[in-house]
């Protein structure tokens, strides 16, 4: 059985940052392109960022570029965001997904975790 769990979201102040984790169980990620979602509050949720199954190829949503980084780390079976200079925009709850890359960049998620909440509030 897949399991993806995030962790490391929370209350942080505008302009503050917070790394997510999220470990895999079930399958082994450096099988699987990674990538992270997120969605606010009466919102669709929306693509955040993704990465190939080596941990190249850094794809992000024109929102996040030069804020966001996303990592992963296939020897612990790991993917992280990091997130700086956050905003009220960026409240959310964020899922972690495992997938595949199609056509390089496209990503189609097949796993999905629980989410965990950011929100940036002072």
């Known amino acids: 059985q897949v399991q993806l769990v995030e962790s490391g979201g929370g209350l942080v102040q505008p302009g503050g940052s917070l790394t997510l984790s999220c470990v895999a169980s079930?399958?082994?990620?450096?099988?699987?392109?990674m990538a992270w979602f997120r969605q606010a509050p009466g919102k669709e949720r929306e693509f955040v960022a993704s990465?190939?199954?080596?941990?190249?190829?850094?794809v992000y949503a024109d929102s996040v570029r030069g804020r966001f980084t996303i990592s992963k780390n296939n020897a612990n079976n790991t993917e992280y965001l990091r997130m700086i200079s956050l905003g009220s925009a960026n409240t959310a709850v964020y899922y972690c997904s495992a997938g595949a890359l199609v056509d390089c960049d496209a990503y189609v998620p097949h796993f999905w975790g629980q989410g965990t909440q950011v929100t940036v509030s002072s």
């Open positions: 990465v190939n199954w080596g941990g190249g190829g850094s």
């Open positions: 079930g399958l082994a990620m450096s099988g699987y392109a």
